[in-house]
Structures are given as structure tokens and as C-alpha cells.
């Protein structure tokens, strides 16, 4: 079983920035692809930012691209996202995935691939 452990998250104004960490326990059953998402009230989990491919590609949501920045430690097994500039909109309870699944493209995008969760951390974007 691997834990994901978060921390980062809070409220900030418009402009602001946060930073997000996840660490992953151990993958004792392969290797671990770990990534971001996003949920709002009535709107499907979304990706934000991940690497996929066996890790070889990165994926940023194009509504973030530019302000946040994704970053990862194969050693550590962890993953951080920084947020930048944030928005209003970026408002959400950002989660970490991880899946010892090599995804491609459309399938790396997809939550329901994705085994393990963290506990989710609430980001708030508001003035």
C-alpha cells in the first residue's frame, strides 16, 4: 500500500502564490508516476500537472500553464507543484495520484487510472 502525504495548500489573493509537496511511501511493486488534480463542487476531477510516458513527458493543464510549475524527485518519490499568479478560478481541493501504471496520453489524464490518493489539501483564491 503507498501513502501519499501532502502539504502546501491554504488561501491566498489573486496574484498570490502557494506551493504544494506530496511524498510518496515506498513503491514496493514498480515504479511510481505521481501527479495533481483538482476537484470543485460539481465538476469531474480534473489533471493539473503529471508526468507520464515512464515518466518521460510532463503534462500541465493549459489553464495553468505559464503560472504553475510541476517538479518531481524520483529519489524521493515526491512532487511538488508551484503555483504562481494564482486565479479565483484556480480555487479547488487539489489532490496527489499516484499509479504504478505506465500511461500514455489520454489515459494518464484519466483519475480512474490512478490507485493511490493523498488527502486532498483545499487552495482558495479569493480577495
Known amino acids: 500500500q503507498v501513502e501519499l502525504t501532502e502539504s502546501g495548500g491554504g488561501s491566498v489573493q489573486p496574484g498570490g502564490s502557494l506551493r504544494l509537496s506530496c511524498v510518496a511511501s515506498?513503491?514496493?511493486?514498480?515504479?511510481?508516476?505521481m501527479g495533481w488534480f483538482r476537484q470543485v463542487p460539481g465538476k469531474e476531477r480534473e489533471a493539473v500537472a503529471l508526468?507520464?510516458?515512464?515518466?518521460?513527458?510532463?503534462y500541465v493543464a493549459a489553464s495553468v500553464k505559464g503560472r504553475f510549475t510541476f517538479s518531481q524527485d524520483n529519489v524521493k518519490s515526491s512532487v511538488d507543484l508551484q503555483m504562481n499568479s494564482l486565479k479565483p478560478e484556480d480555487t479547488g481541493v487539489y489532490f496527489c495520484?499516484?499509479?504504478?501504471?505506465?500511461?500514455?496520453?489520454?489515459?494518464?489524464?484519466?483519475?480512474?487510472?490512478?490507485?493511490?490518493w493523498g488527502q486532498g489539501t483545499q487552495v482558495t483564491v479569493s480577495s
Open positions: 515506498e513503491f514496493t511493486h514498480g515504479t511510481g508516476y
Open positions: 495520484a499516484a499509479t504504478t501504471l505506465r500511461l500514455y496520453a489520454g489515459g494518464a489524464l484519466d483519475p480512474s487510472n490512478y490507485v493511490y
Open positions: 508526468n507520464y510516458n515512464g515518466g518521460r513527458s510532463t
